[in-house]
C-alpha cells in the first residue's frame, strides 16, 4: 500500500473506533460501514437479517467466491470513553484494535487491489459482522457462513492485531450464568438465614479451586458476579458469569460436569441454584498442510514475519466447525485488548496489510478445492 493509504487506513480505523458499537448495539457503525461500502462503488451492498453488512468486489471469472469478515462489535457499554490519542509509532484507543483496525481493513484491502489493478479470479465479499464478542456467541458470521455455506472457497478472518500468527483451531467454548436465590431478609433480625452473596462466593472459591487440564490447555475465569441489594439486607439473588475454555472438547466438557455437579452440590433446603448455559462457540479445525494455512504462513513469510500457527476463538470458529476452510489473521501487533488502555502499533501495519492483500490475491490460484 502507498504511504498516503496507510495514513487513509488508520484515520478509517479511527473513524470508525469512535462510533460506539458494544456487542448487541452495532446498528449506527453498520450504517457507518455501508455507506463507506457504497462510497467505494462496491456490488450488491446491503445489511442481512443479523444486521451484518455485505458487499462484493467483483472477480474476472465466475468461480468460487471468498469470503472475507471483520467483526464490527466491541467489548466496552455504552458510555465508556472512546477518547483516541495518536503518537507517532502507535494509537491509544478502546477497540482501535479489536476490532477498529480489522473493520478498516477491508477497505484498505480494496484500495491496495485497485492500486495494483489486480483483477481477482472470483469475487471477493466483504462481510463486517456484528455479535462476536462477548454473549452475541458468533450470531453475526453464523449468519453469513448459512448464507454462503460451503459455496466459497476460503472464510478469511481480520483482526486488527494479532499480526504474525494463524489461527486455523478454533477454540472451544461454554458460557453460563449461575444464579442463586433464597429468602433474603435483614441482616442483625434475620441473622442465619442463607444469603445468596455469601452461597454464590463460596460456591465460586469451590469452581476457581477446579484442576484444570495443561495439555490440552483449559481454563476458566468468572467475569461478572453480582447480587444484593443494601448493605444490611441478607441478599436474596446473587449471579455470576463463568467463561470455560479448552483445546480438546471432550475436556470441556469434562470441565462443565465438574461446575454442573458442584452446583448441585451446593444445592439445599432454602438456597436454589440455576446454572444456565449462555454462549458456545463451537470448536474446529483444519490441519497444519490444508493449503490455505500454508499460504497464510507463506504470505507472512513473505513479508519478512515468522508465522505462528495458533488456536483462538474468533469468528472463524464457527466455519471451521462445520469442516469449512478458514483462518484468522492480524494485520498489526499492539496491546490492551479488551482495556480501556488499548493500543495498536504502527510500524507493522504495512507488512500487515501487505500480507492480507497476498493471501487474498493468491488464495485462488493455491487454494482450489
Excluded at 455479535?131 to 472457497?153: H, N, Q, W, Y
Amino acid at each position: 500500500m502507498t504511504k498516503n493509504s496507510l495514513t487513509r487506513l488508520i484515520d478509517l480505523a479511527i473513524a470508525i473506533q469512535q462510533i460506539p458499537a458494544p456487542t448487541f448495539h452495532e446498528a449506527e457503525r453498520a450504517r457507518f460501514v455501508q455507506a463507506c461500502f457504497m462510497e467505494q462503488g462496491l456490488a450488491d451492498v446491503g445489511l442481512d437479517s443479523a444486521g451484518n453488512v455485505l458487499a462484493r468486489l467483483p472477480g474476472s471469472t465466475p468461480t468460487q467466491a471468498v469470503v472475507i469478515s471483520a467483526h464490527l462489535d466491541t467489548v466496552f457499554p455504552l458510555g465508556v470513553d472512546l477518547h483516541c490519542e495518536r503518537e507517532p509509532e502507535r494509537i491509544l484507543a478502546p477497540g482501535i484494535g479489536d476490532n477498529s483496525l480489522g473493520v478498516a481493513g477491508l477497505f484498505g484491502l480494496v484500495w491496495a487491489l485497485r492500486e495494483r489493478h489486480l483483477d481477482l479470479a472470483g469475487d471477493l465479499w466483504l462481510v463486517a459482522n456484528v455479535c462476536e464478542e462477548g454473549l452475541g456467541d458468533l450470531r453475526g458470521i453464523r449468519a453469513a457462513v448459512d448464507r454462503f455455506g460451503a459455496s466459497p472457497l476460503a472464510y478469511i478472518i481480520l483482526e486488527g492485531m494479532a499480526l504474525g500468527q494463524v489461527y486455523h483451531r478454533g477454540l472451544g467454548v461454554r458460557r453460563y450464568r449461575i444464579t442463586v436465590n433464597t429468602s433474603g431478609g435483614h441482616s442483625w433480625i434475620d441473622y442465619g438465614q442463607p444469603s445468596a452473596v455469601h452461597e454464590l462466593t463460596a460456591l465460586s472459591t469451590r469452581i476457581t479451586a477446579l484442576k484444570l487440564s495443561h495439555d490440552p490447555r483449559s481454563t476458566l475465569n468468572i467475569g461478572i458476579i453480582s447480587g444484593g441489594s443494601s448493605v444490611n439486607t441478607i441478599a436474596a439473588e446473587a449471579m455470576l458469569e463463568l467463561d470455560l475454555r479448552s483445546e480438546d472438547i471432550g475436556e470441556l466438557e469434562m470441565l462443565a460436569g465438574q461446575v454442573a455437579e458442584l452446583v448441585r452440590q451446593a444445592g439445599r433446603q432454602g438456597v436454589s441454584i440455576q446454572m444456565e448455559l449462555i454462549g458456545q462457540r463451537p470448536a474446529g479445525e483444519i490441519p497444519p498442510d490444508h493449503p490455505l494455512v500454508r499460504l497464510a504462513q507463506d504470505c507472512l513469510r513473505k513479508v519478512g514475519i515468522e508465522p505462528h500457527l495458533n488456536i483462538g476463538s474468533t469468528d472463524a470458529n464457527l466455519p471451521l466447525s462445520r469442516g469449512l476452510p478458514a483462518v484468522t489473521i492480524g494485520l498489526t501487533t499492539g496491546g490492551g485488548a479488551h482495556s480501556v488502555h488499548e493500543y495498536l502499533n504502527l510500524a507493522p501495519l504495512e507488512k500487515g496489510m501487505e500480507q492480507a492483500v497476498e493471501l487474498v490475491s493468491r488464495v485462488w490460484e493455491n487454494t482450489k478445492k
